[in-house]
């Protein structure tokens, strides 16, 4: 019997077999997944959609763009997020006189023993927090390029592989203007999802000023509950086995380049999403499907992460900006021009 190729994580097509995860393995995604989720809840009031995207980041191995006003959480999220999986964690404050260096590292001559070492910058750790990543010009954010994307950084024309887990979560604040630079397209699309993270509901307000008045501030809770990890070392990258092994089948993975392919065509969208954007999406759908417990991919997760994925890939023409649209908008109207697989 012939059967049905569906898409691996890379975007090649794989047998059925291949793809078709043992219980075990779907056991594997649940059980951690879940107490990762749960974890973080217990530490950040609220936030449930951007905790969910921190984690199918993680989940596919990508790198998240966290846009959010100050105070919001978001450096608290991803020490949390480091903490639940036994994860180091490093923070670069951008500002404009930051260097490449200040990153990656450099070598320096050591006079005792005469000869050359390599001390290695913040870079290679498991968690990095890029803070304010658009305080710095465009050359020392590209310093970021080759890590994000291949996992290694070239110091003094030597090649130097970081871990086999590194996540990159850079935040910006989407009003201040004022001593900062624009990331180019080719550092935006390195990251799988843009997070917003805006202000708590009421409710969530008045729960955070309660435990704060209780003693139990977020920090505190990050310090107890997460005094010890959630995840044993090597659990993460089981997880993220098992989530490349979440079924795509044809329809969907035509419905993932069809929606793609429209926002090229969309009359607001001057640079549409990239070959680079259709894969992202796949790897994040499959990755949410995990997170919701199940072993295939449904509509409902493209439809939920068009977004995340595409908005900070994607440009409005002048004349629209001008007017005032917003590109999560444009991005709806591309999902509802792109029929849904049955």
Do not use: C
């Not at 691996?8 to 393995?25: E, V």
């Not at 079924?247 to 680079?276: E, K, L, M």
């Amino acid at each position: 019997m012939n059967e049905e190729p569906v898409l691996g994580s890379d975007g090649q097509a794989q047998p059925a077999s291949a793809a078709t995860q043992s219980p075990a393995a779907s056991t594997t995604i649940t059980r951690g997944a879940r107490r990762v989720r749960e974890a973080l809840g217990r530490v950040i009031v609220g936030q449930s959609e951007a905790i969910d995207l921190a984690l199918v980041t993680l989940l596919a191995g990508g790198h998240a763009l966290i846009e959010g006003v100050p105070g919001v959480g978001k450096t608290l999220l991803v020490k949390a997020l480091a903490r639940a999986v036994a994860g180091d964690f490093q923070r670069i404050q951008f500002t404009p006189d930051l260097m490449p260096a200040d990153i990656t590292g450099t070598s320096v001559f050591d006079l005792r023993t005469q000869e050359f070492r390599l001390v290695r910058g913040p870079i290679f750790t498991n968690f990095l927090l890029a803070d304010e990543i658009n305080r710095a010009p465009a050359k020392t954010q590209s310093a970021l390029l080759e890590a994000m994307q291949e996992r290694q950084v070239t110091i003094d024309r030597e090649t130097r592989e970081l871990p086999p887990v590194f996540v990159v979560f850079a935040t910006q604040n989407p009003i201040e203007h004022q001593g900062t630079y624009p990331l180019p397209e080719a550092q935006k699309d390195r990251f799988l999802v843009k997070i917003r993270m805006g202000y708590p509901t009421a409710q969530d307000e008045n729960e955070l000023a309660k435990l704060v008045a209780a003693g139990e501030a977020p920090e505190r809770r990050l310090a107890e509950d997460l005094r010890l990890p959630v995840l044993p070392p090597g659990e993460l990258e089981q997880l993220r086995a098992a989530t490349a092994r979440v079924r795509v089948s044809d329809a969907i993975s035509s419905y993932i380049v069809s929606v793609a392919r429209h926002t090229r065509q969309h009359a607001a969208i001057w640079v549409g999403a990239g070959p680079r954007a259709t894969l992202a999406l796949l790897s994040a759908s499959r990755a949410l499907a995990a997170l919701e417990e199940r072993d295939f991919v449904l509509p409902e997760d493209v439809k939920t992460l068009a977004g995340p994925v595409l908005e900070h890939r994607v440009l409005l023409r002048p004349e629209f900006e001008m007017e005032g649209v917003e590109i999560r908008e444009v991005i709806k109207a591309v999902l509802e021009a792109v029929e849904v697989p049955r």
